[in-house]
């Protein structure tokens, strides 16, 4: 619901969106684009499929390996399949632009942020699917930790670098939240018929 809230805000420049540019101010890197720490640049990248793909497929294939049951992967990867399914159009459909304070003022089509909905669906599900076989209460809540602080670094890297606003960030953690609650939720469900 959240998430159909904040793409209307986005759609109709409602006045949600002026929360926008004091947050970008706020968090934005040098402005040179060559004076930008290399360490921004690698969180944003982590938003790459390239990045965040070989993660999840080696939770997946660590899950099925563990349980032998098919619905959880393949609840996750549906998951997964549904992102660029609903971000592209989202963003023609938005057709949000940059604007003074990013990058590419002239880019269209930057909500939902792509990098940032690729991360947190991906390094979530891969969070998620380990979970159950991760043994001790600390180390449970280290994986949990680390997928969050890494989705909160790769957030903060695409707005500090310039590539996106911060409600593009987050509207794409809305939508795979969930995505990932619906997974979840499949899972758990299909889990307990078994």
Known sequence: MLFGLLTWQ??????VLRLDEPLRSAIAGPSPPGRIPP??????????WYAAGPVLVAAMAYAWWRSRRWVPVAAYAV???AVPAIVAPL??????TGGALIRV??????????????????????MLLVLPYVTGKAARRLLVAAAVLLNLA?????????????????????LCGALLGGASALSCW???RG
């Open 105 to 126: 003022p002239d880019h269209a089509g930057l909500y939902p942020s792509g990098h940032a909905a690729t991360a947190a669906l991906a390094y979530g599900a891969a």
């Open 91 to 96: 963003k023609t459909a938005v057709d949000r």
């Open 154 to 174: 790769i957030g903060f890297a695409l707005v500090y670098c310039g590539y996106h606003w911060p409600l593009d960030v987050v509207g794409s953690w809305l």
């Open 79 to 81: 998951a997964m399949a």
């Open 39 to 48: 360490l921004g640049h690698y969180f944003a990248a982590l938003g790459n």
């Open 10 to 15: 986005e759609a109709a420049h409602g006045p």
């Open 190 to 192: 299909w889990g307990s």
